[in-house]
Nanobody, 124 residues
Framework: QVDLVESGGGLVQAGGSLRLSCAAS????????MGWFRQAPGKEREFVAG????????NYADSVKGRFTISRDNAKNTVYLQMNSLKPEDTAVYYC?????????????????WGQGTQVTVSS
């Protein structure tokens, strides 16, 4: 089991950058695949990025590929999402999640634990 707390959200102009952090509890953080998801008003939760247990493999949604970078520091029990060249359509609540399987899944159904979310708003 793991408790997750996101931070780093805020208001930014289009073209700007934000870095989200997800702090995890527990001593078994490195045993979890980690992912970032987002949900805009009136829309379903969608996959943004995922990273393997050691950080050697990543997966990105096509909509953010080349702009966002997911990383993790297992010594600090923290996962990051660096967001560059932000667009108004990136506006959403962003959630981090933990997956106890060994594969970086894009489906939210594979993730067992979720943070409370942090709001990202991109103005035009």
């Amino acid at each position: 089991q793991v408790d997750l707390v996101e931070s780093g959200g805020g208001l930014v102009q289009a073209g700007g950058s934000l870095r989200l952090s997800c702090a995890a509890s527990g001593r078994t953080f490195s045993s979890y695949v980690m992912g970032w998801f987002r949900q805009a008003p009136g829309k379903e939760r969608e996959f943004v990025a995922g990273i393997s247990r050691r950080g050697g493999s990543t997966n990105y949604a096509d909509s953010v590929k080349g702009r966002f970078t997911i990383s993790r520091d297992n010594a600090k029990n923290t996962v990051y999402l660096q967001m560059n060249s932000l667009k108004p359509e990136d506006t959403a609540v962003y959630y981090c999640a933990a997956d106890s399987t060994r594969v970086v899944h894009a489906s939210h159904l594979f993730y067992d634990y979720w943070g409370q979310g942090t709001q990202v708003t991109v103005s035009s």
